[in-house]
């Protein structure tokens, strides 16, 4: 009774449409068809490989075992599938393993991403209610930087331009 309880809250966590992200729940759903596929692939790869010579998949622990192998793209080789229908198992089992793998890296990703972009937006926001209150959030140097460009940039519009070739500073 316990294991189904475990599932069940586990399920709800993941599934919640309430205070879930998309990309979270999209991950939420990848890993529970990667789980299911593991399953159904052990089964069947089983089936496949049951009478064959040379097989060397032919229980379900073993096969639950190289289907997890599988799916990581860790491939110890220890266990293989040596018919047609079970290759094709295993290329499904890839396939879906490289594509959640993937949707996890990308949620991971997607949450940096989101966390810094919300960080700049409040920094963007604090900027501006400074700047609406009249605060400065320059300093002394930065400010004689920009006059400094704005004086030479004055002077090249007014077709004076900086003084070249006398190796000293162009505004005096």
Do not use: K
């Not at 300093?139 to 002077?155: N, P």
């Amino acid at each position: 009774m316990f294991v189904p309880a475990v599932v069940t809250r586990v399920m709800q966590a993941l599934f919640a449409r309430e205070g879930r992200s998309l990309h979270v729940r999209a991950v939420g759903w990848a890993t529970l068809v990667l789980g299911v596929a593991m399953l159904l692939g052990s089964y069947a790869v089983v089936a496949a490989e049951r009478g064959a010579a040379s097989a060397n998949l032919t229980t379900y622990p073993r096969a639950l075992w190289w289907s997890v192998e599988t799916a990581t793209t860790v491939g110890y080789g220890d266990f293989y599938p040596v018919t047609l229908g079970g290759r094709l198992v295993a290329c499904v089992l890839m396939f879906v393993g490289i594509t959640t793998y993937g949707m996890v890296t990308a949620a991971i990703a997607t949450w940096f991403v989101s966390r810094e972009q919300q960080r700049q937006h409040r920094l963007g926001q604090a900027l501006r209610a400074g700047a609406a209150r009249g605060e400065r959030w320059v300093g002394e140097e930065a400010e004689a930087v920009h006059a400094r460009f704005d004086r030479l940039e004055r002077m090249i519009a007014a077709g004076g331009g900086p003084a070249r070739g006398a190796g000293g500073d162009a505004d005096g």
